[in-house]
């Protein structure tokens, strides 16, 4: 079976503002204390599945400098640039256009992943893939990972699924339906029933199959990924995706193809995944300390507690603190109440209207 | 009658860290809107009933170059250094031998004055000092301002005053005792009772008057005090201060003269006088926007209230945030929740401890 990747990179975060920016988005930060980047680490877990030369990631074209310093190995033509962002559906039609014409081989499997979440137990999740990998090859399966929730999270969308077993082996469920993010009474309701996972965006079918759904249910991105498919190598080619892409619609593949299409299965991972949504995260992949406080950098706390604290070589000294974020960059600082992050994005809007760019 | 003035300007505090340091501490820093250091205003407030050359500065060698800068108008002559810190009692003496060596004139009313507090209301305070200088010219009246309390505070020492008015004006009360800070009951008595002002460290009499105290309560400090003042002009000045200076008690003038001296007077001050004495006092002496907030640099505040934000070009970002004091320079950040000010000088400790001596 021949096994390829499609990371998409093009995501413009603004939650992990200052650290995160424009030009610096969360899945070129390192947020472990590894050092290493998200994009690295989810390429890196990738890897005793999936061939390097098969990897490909899809981005916005800023970001092809980012991509190419932070993984050298990657073959630079395996860097596909958006020319604008326009949503989950044409951006993976576009993957799968250069992937197809590379290969030529429609039978190949694609798994289609985000570039900023993390995962725990990279063995337990290259066994989900290759288990999820053999589900997608057969027939006209669509594959998609659910995770078991763990508590009844509002923030994610949540895959019903029925105890309809599609392999001999017993390890994908039909899906029943995706749902919108929940208000807490439907999550705990979710949570209670054991029949729902969260939908963690990653998708598995064979080119083939895929190609046929954009046919059948997003003709409009189907034909411009003919043509795209077409040109590519050929001198017209960047002039092409210049012109068709930004007039494509802006779609979820959920909203485009997961929720219409028949052959629904998923594949419920317990590998300690986590979308790292926010600073808050920091307190589930980094150890804190006696004090309850995760500290990177120059600091001194006196009488404080329950602090996610990020800092550069300059000296941060907190004194009677509690539940606070503060990350301190070269050229901003952030003070932030922990039940406050969801308000990040009112500085950036702030910043906007007030022309400092600089700071976005 | 010839008035002079030494401000005294050694200090070291440390309750404006990280703004104020070892190498600047606060008397040389602006705190106010004008963009004026503390000693500027101490100097300048002073000037219409003081000319300028005799205005005397006693401080640690080490400010030398600051005053020089803060103030290239006061002749160089005038700055005193002090070879180490030894509290109040020597370092009056220091000055008083000074100005007596150059005066000869041991009638002349020398005024002894903090160089880092504020005052508010200046043609008030000047008033206050023209009468005190008055009380002070007769006889050997010992004259000390005090401040009439707003609120029970157990910061300050307090001075118990009795009905007794010292001069035909009814400007000055007879000094009853000077207290210890107190604690919060009883500083609530003595608010209640009117009986008492807040001791600001501000003293006013003829140098002969204070000479002789010396002589009278403090003899070793008065014996160096005079050897000091043969040899000033001399090629051994230097010298000998270094040698004589650092042997004295360290004693301070309200333990070793006001206390044990009969002939002390007090003038009710109420020209809103601040001692200035943490972060906090930033709501006393600047503007608070909507929120409550004071603000200076470039900042953003979202949902903020009651703050206390001090930064410099750098972006600071708060969101969610109430009752905190932060406070930027070039290469540290304070954040601290307004009730722990006091616990500032702990950071300072543990930097010692570290050897971190560049933050000092």
Same mark, same amino acid.
């Given at each position: 079976m021949h096994k390829t990747a499609l990371i998409m990179a093009g995501g413009r975060g603004e939650r992990f503002w200052p650290r995160s920016r424009k030009n610096l988005p969360k899945q070129f930060l =390192? %947020?472990?204390? &590894?050092?290493?980047?998200m994009i690295q680490l989810t390429t890196e877990r990738l890897l005793p599945i999936v061939a390097m030369e098969d990897i490909y990631i899809v981005t916005n074209r800023d970001y092809l400098p980012l991509i190419r310093e932070q %993984?050298?190995? %990657? *073959?630079?033509?395996n860097i596909i640039c958006e020319p604008v962002g326009r949503n989950t559906a044409p951006c993976i039609a576009l993957g799968a256009a250069h992937i197809a014409k590379k290969?030529? &081989?429609?039978d190949a499997v694609m798994m289609v992943l985000p570039s900023d979440h993390l995962v725990k137990y990279s063995s337990l999740y290259q066994t989900t893939l290759r288990d999820a990998c053999e589900v997608a090859q057969k027939g006209e399966n669509l594959v998609t990972i659910g995770i078991t929730p763990d508590y009844p999270e509002t923030g994610y969308g949540y895959i019903k699924f029925v /105890?309809?077993? /599609?392999?001999e082996d017993g390890r994908a469920f039909r899906v029943d339906s995706f749902t919108e993010k929940p208000d807490l009474e439907k999550a705990k309701e979710y949570l209670a029933s054991d029949d729902y996972l969260w939908n963690s965006g990653m998708f598995l079918w064979k080119l083939s199959t895929i190609i046929r759904k954009y046919e059948e249910l997003l003709p409009e991105i189907y034909d411009a990924m003919q043509k795209i498919k077409a040109a590519?190598?050929? *001198? =017209?080619q960047e002039q092409l995706i210049e012109e068709l892409f930004p007039k494509l *619609?802006?779609? =979820?593949i959920d909203y485009g193809i997961m929720e219409k299409a028949e052959n629904i299965y998923t594949i419920p991972g317990t590998?300690? +995944?986590?979308?790292?949504? =926010? +600073? %808050?995260?920091l307190e589930r992949i980094k150890k804190s300390n006696e004090f309850g406080n995760i500290v990177d950098g120059n600091i001194v706390t006196i009488n404080t507690s329950n602090c996610i604290i990020q800092g550069t070589e300059k000296l941060i000294a907190t004194v009677g603190l509690k539940d606070l974020v503060i990350v301190d960059t070269k050229d901003a600082t952030l003070i932030c109440d922990r039940d406050h992050t969801a308000d990040i994005k009112k500085v950036l809007e702030n910043l906007k209207i007030c022309n400092r760019n600089e700071y976005l």
């Open positions: =390192s %947020l472990t204390d &590894d050092g290493k980047t %993984l050298p190995e %990657l *073959p630079s033509e290969y030529g &081989d429609e /105890n309809e077993i /599609n392999d590519i190598g050929t *001198p =017209s *619609p802006s779609i =979820s590998f300690g +995944w986590d979308d790292v949504g =926010s +600073w %808050l995260a």
